[in-house]
Structure formats: structure tokens, C-alpha cells
């Protein structure tokens, strides 16, 4: 950490600031990202200060698409029309660089941004109890009611591709076949060719299900990208979910990828770098206090494609799998690591989950079920001949 260039932008930030301390907030695979103590005049306050990974199409629309979200959602808290609107609710605003009066500051060819911090909060890498699933599938409600009304045209995609199922599985094939898997040790060729194996069959079937979901989902909402359980933060005392951070990956979207992606995150118990691969599997019973929670706002299940869940959860789980094999065989260019083989251990961990997944999807056709919606059950014997 330089402490010294990290004074620095924030003496760019903010006027006569005594930096007090830096914490690093490790949980995130994408950028950095500090909590700043300060001093301004006496007083002490936090600010959130992040450098943006290179990986996005360019930080303006980053920015612009944050801006947009945290604007409509701030007016709106104002307007009383739901219950949940008398409980806290309070967005990640940006804040403007007193040096340029934008809303980021270039150096190098590092961009840094600066963010509110959200007083009186806590996040989790993985779920404490069955309250924390239901609060999360409560906060994931607020996100999408609150962003309902939004034209999710207005959003540009901050990163090429994300979310695209087609595109990481095409690259998936190419990398496997220009990939010179001589240069890997023994031990380490091996645990790639048993995961290459394991995921052949998947592959096959992905391609299936893609080309079956053509023509069978509703509009693109807005959708937050990337709701891991660790981009949720609780009030402390209340224990309600009352933000939605790191809105980088904002984007027009199907809400199903966001609910997808939720559950994946919150139903590994053991997380998503665990001490033992062994212990990882897919708590049903996380997913069912979500769905309940979700549902408890979001309850016009007729007005959209909720019945392709499953489909999304096998979907997101593979890609996410695809996504940290394919950067493990490129050389870590995407997500960060702490060691060399450390994405293939993540694909590895992902894959697990998978396996686990695929055997609980008849308890979550009828989990679905109960909430009043029908899954295909086509699919619910299909995806389980393939294991």
C-alpha cells in the first residue's frame, strides 16, 4: 500500500484532509478499494476510495451509470409509496473531486474515485443464519422495485460482455484449444484436464439451454450485475439490509442473472475461497429463506419469466466457473489473485458448488413451487442425467 500517493488523492478530494487511517477492504476480485479515515477542521469522518480495475470499457461510464442509479434512487427516498420505505435505505453517492470538480481523478494510468461511506453497517462473506438469507432476498427486492421504474436503455454496459453466457463459453473453447498445457507441472495439468473433463458434458448442455431460453424472456430491467452477499451491507443494529454497493457492474439486464448470481453467492457456505474445497455445497435452505424474502415485495411473479430459475442458477454457476478457469489459462489477467494457481482453485470451488446445485434442483423446483410458479420440469430431469 503507498500511503503517501493515497494522501495524496485525497488531498485532491477534499480540502485541508488529515489522512488518520487506511483499511484495505479485501473481499473484492476486481478493484481496490480503501475506507480512508480523515480529519477535516477537526473533524472526523470515512470515505470510500477506489481504483478502478482497467477491465471496464472506461471509468465515465462507470461513473455515469453509478451517477444515474444513485440520483434516481436517492429522489425516490423522498417518496413514501412502499413499506419498506420507512426503514433505512441510503445509496453509495460518488463524490466530487475538488481539483477538477468531476466526479474521478486520473493519475498515471490509475483512475480513482471517491464514494460516501455508510455509517453504522456490517458485510458478510458468508451468511450468519436464515435471517441474513431472508434479509438479502429482502434488500435484492428493494434494489429491483426501487430501480423498476428506470429505463435501463439509459445504462451502458461498463464492461464488454458481461453476463454473456455464449461469449465466455466460446472463449472457453478456444483457450482450451490454442492452450499449450505442457508448460504445467504435473499436479497442476492434472486438476486442470479432471476439471476440463468434469465440465465437457455441461458444456454441451449450456449450448442447449441457450438456444431454448431464445424468445422466452420478458424486457431487460436494471439490474445491479453483481449482487455477491458481500456487496450487501446490514445495519448493525437492526440488521435490515439498507444498501446495495459497488455498482460498477450496473447494467440493462434479465432480473433472473441478479437472482442467480445471489443465490450462488450466499448459498456457498464455505465461501468462495474456502480452507477446504470439501466442505463446499449448496445449502437449499439458504435459498429458500431468500426466495422468501425476495418474493415478500417482489410479488408479481405473472410478470415475468421467474420459472426459468433453476436454468439461471446452472447457468451463472458454470459461467462463473468458465470465467475463473479461462483467466487461471490466461495468465490471471481478469480477477485478482494471491497466488498462481489461485483462479483455478476458484473454478475448482465453483464446480463443486455445480455438482451440489444439480442435486437439489427437485427441492428447489418445489420451493418454487410454494411461491406459485412453475418450473420446467424438462429441465429438472434433463440437468441431472448429465452428472
Given amino acids: 500500500m503507498d500511503v503517501e500517493k493515497i494522501k495524496l488523492i485525497t488531498h485532491n478530494f477534499f480540502n485541508n484532509s488529515q489522512v ?23 473533524i472526523k469522518s470515512k470515505f470510500i476510495l477506489q481504483c478502478l480495475s482497467d477491465i471496464f470499457e472506461s471509468p465515465e461510464i462507470v461513473n455515469i451509470n453509478h451517477k444515474l442509479i444513485t440520483d ?22 460518488l463524490i466530487k473531486c475538488r481539483s477538477n470538480n468531476l466526479f ?41 422495485i426501487n430501480c423498476s421504474d428506470l429505463d435501463s436503455s439509459k445504462l451502458e454496459s461498463s464492461i464488454k460482455n458481461f453476463h454473456n453466457t455464449k461469449y465466455y463459453l466460446d472463449q472457453y473453447i478456444l483457450n482450451l484449444k490454442d492452450y499449450n498445457f505442457s508448460k504445467l507441472d504435473y499436479e497442476v495439468n492434472k486438476r486442470v484436464q479432471n476439471l476440463i473433463f468434469s465440465l465437457s458434458n455441461h458444456v454441451l448442455y449450456v449450448e442447449y439451454i441457450l438456444r431454448s431460453l ?44 441478479d437472482l442467480a448470481d445471489c443465490i450462488r453467492s450466499i448459498c456457498n457456505l464455505a465461501g468462495g475461497d474456502p480452507e477446504n474445497i470439501e466442505g463446499v455445497f449448496f445449502d437449499i435452505k439458504s435459498c429458500k429463506y431468500f426466495l422468501n424474502g425476495y418474493f415478500s415485495l417482489l410479488n ?24 475463473f478457469l479461462n483467466d487461471f489459462l490466461q495468465s490471471n489477467r481478469y480477477f485478482k489473485i494471491k497466488y498462481q494457481t489461485h483462479n483455478l482453485y476458484r473454478a475448482e470451488v465453483q464446480y463443486r458448488l455445480l455438482s451440489s446445485f444439480v442435486t437439489q434442483i427437485p427441492i428447489l423446483s418445489n420451493l418454487l413451487h410454494d411461491l406459485g410458479i412453475s418450473s420446467n420440469q424438462t429441465f429438472v430431469l434433463d440437468v441431472q442425467n448429465i452428472v
Avoid at 488518520?20 to 477537526?42: R, V
Avoid at 434512487?73 to 441510503?90: A, L, M, P, T
Avoid at 437492526?238 to 434479465?254: A, E, F, M, N, R
Wanted: with cysteine.
Fill in 20 to 42: 488518520l487511517k487506511i483499511d484495505l477492504i479485501d473481499s473484492g476480485l476486481i478493484n481496490k478499494t480503501y475506507i480512508i479515515q480523515h480529519s477535516i477542521d477537526g
Fill in 214 to 257: 431464445e424468445g422466452k424472456l420478458i424486457d431487460f430491467s436494471v439490474i445491479h450485475g453483481d449482487p455477491k452477499l458481500s456487496n450487501f451491507l446490514f445495519d448493525i443494529k437492526s440488521k435490515y439490509v439498507v444498501s446495495l454497493i459497488d455498482l460498477d457492474t450496473v447494467s440493462s439486464g434479465y432480473l433472473l442473472t
Fill in 72 to 93: 434516481h434512487i436517492g429522489k425516490k427516498s423522498n417518496v413514501k409509496r412502499h413499506d419498506f420505505d420507512y426503514q433505512r435505505w441510503e445509496v453509495p453517492s
Fill in 104 to 144: 474521478g481523478l486520473q493519475l498515471g494510468s490509475d483512475f480513482w474515485r471517491a464514494m460516501v461511506y455508510i455509517d453504522d453497517t456490517f458485510s458478510l462473506d458468508t451468511l450468519e443464519d436464515k435471517i441474513m438469507a431472508y434479509q438479502t432476498g429482502l434488500g435484492l427486492a428493494k434494489f429491483h
Fill in 300 to 323: 408479481q411473479k405473472g410478470n415475468y419469466c421467474f420459472e426459468f430459475l433453476p436454468e439461471f442458477i446452472y447457468l451463472i454457476i458454470i459461467e462463473l466457473t468458465i470465467r
